[in-house]
């Protein structure tokens, strides 16, 4: 059973920075699996942020691009998301995600058979 764990949410004022981490466990083949980051704001839909392949393409929402950046490390079955410059409108829970196979290049929810818990990330004005 494939599970995910998200930690490194917190709050910060705005122009801060923070480090997400998703530890994932149950894959027999981590290199067969994209990963990502979603997010949802109290109120709003789910909204993708980022997904990375095993060979390191990513994707980005616009809304954080040149702010956000996801890795992974393969090695170690983690995927990062690290988050400069955040803004009020950050504020969400986020949740680490996988599915099979490759990404793709949009980032869909309904695509994504996976999810963690979701970790919360609170930006102050």
């Known amino acids: 059973q494939v599970r995910l764990q998200e930690s490194g949410g917190g709050s910060v004022q705005a122009g801060g920075s923070l480090r997400l981490s998703c530890e994932v466990s149950?894959?027999?083949?981590?290199?067969?699996?994209?990963l990502g980051w979603f997010r949802q704001a109290p109120g709003k839909e789910r909204e993708g942020v980022a997904s990375i392949d095993y060979d390191s393409k990513t994707t980005y929402a616009d809304s954080v691009k040149g702010r956000f950046t996801i890795s992974r490390n393969n090695g170690k079955n983690v995927v990062y998301l690290q988050m400069n410059n955040l803004k009020p409108e950050d504020t969400a829970l986020y949740y680490c995600?996988?599915?099979?196979?490759?990404?793709?290049?949009?980032?869909?929810?309904?695509?994504?058979?996976?999810w963690g818990q979701g970790t919360q990330v609170a930006v102050s004005s």
């Open positions: 995600v996988s599915k099979s196979g490759y990404c793709g290049y949009a980032l869909r929810a309904s695509t994504f058979g996976t």
């Open positions: 149950g894959y027999t083949t981590f290199s067969a699996y994209c």
